[in-house]
């Protein structure tokens, strides 16, 4: 009778044959790592300019606030105070959402920037990659007889 064969051998001989390259997937984590540092650092930088132009804003309001607060002796001047301080809330406003927008546009460049130059790298990894695989795969196939 035949003997039977030891099927968890036999798969780990033909894995065996078959090279894997973990230093091309430690290299595309380490490149995924840098990628993610570096889109972290736009939106830190982007957050704290944010927050910058926000407080100024605060900043701002409060003080007109407070100028519209104080005592009038002539009704007619807290109607002249309210009008004044909508007029320069809304001059700051405008101010302060085009400064928005900057920081907006300039998150929008960088990111553009470092996801084409991820894509480029990552391009020429995977040429690398599938070029080293099929070397070792026919170096494999020629030690194991294959034609």
Same mark, same amino acid.
């Given at each position: 009778? %035949?003997? *039977?064969? #030891?099927m968890n051998a036999m798969m780990k001989d033909i894995m065996g044959a078959f090279p894997v390259d973990t230093k091309s997937m430690e290299d595309a984590f380490k490149s995924h790592a840098a990628l993610n540092e570096k889109l972290s650092g736009v &939106?830190?930088?982007a *957050?704290? !300019?944010? *927050?910058?132009i926000s407080s100024v804003w605060a900043k701002t309001t409060l003080a007109k606030m407070s100028d519209m607060a104080k005592a !009038?002796? #002539?009704? &007619?001047d807290y109607a002249k105070a309210m009008? #004044?301080?909508a007029s320069a809330n809304a001059e700051v406003a405008a101010e302060n959402m085009a400064a928005f %927008?900057?920081?907006a546009k300039k998150v929008q460049m960088e990111t553009v920037e470092l996801m084409m130059a *991820?894509? !480029?790298d990552m391009q020429e990894d995977a040429s690398k990659a599938v070029k080293k695989a099929t070397d070792d795969l026919t170096t494999a196939a020629k030690k194991a007889g294959v034609k």
């Open positions: 009778m %035949a003997k *039977a064969q #030891d &939106a830190l930088s *957050a704290e !300019k944010s *927050a910058e !009038k002796t #002539d009704p &007619a009008t #004044d301080f %927008a900057e920081v *991820a894509g !480029k």
